[in-house]
């Protein structure tokens, strides 16, 4: 199977890079994709990264908790 640029600015903007590092368009193509996919594979999901968060503030978070009045949980809120 053949992958054809039709694209005039995708073509043109390959080319220009192709003369750059002297490579073929192909190459420039390939290094594109591969660079693309890697950084899809390397983001993390929004459950991942709640999980992190979760983690770090159960390290400074106080063993137990603690009550807090209405005014209080109001306060942190600005809602005073």
């Given at each position: 199977?053949h992958l054809q640029i039709r694209d005039p ?13 002297h490579v073929s368009m192909t190459e420039v ?52």
């Amino acid at each position: 199977m053949h992958l054809q640029i039709r694209d005039p600015r995708a073509r043109e903007l390959a080319r220009k890079i192709a003369r750059q590092r002297h490579v073929s368009m192909t190459e420039v193509v390939v290094q594109a994709l591969e660079t693309e996919y890697r950084r899809v594979a390397a983001q993390r999901s929004l459950a991942e990264r709640l999980n992190e968060i979760a983690d770090e503030l159960a390290l400074i978070a106080k063993p137990g908790g603690q009550d807090m009045s209405r005014d209080e949980i109001d306060a942190m809120w600005g809602h005073t």
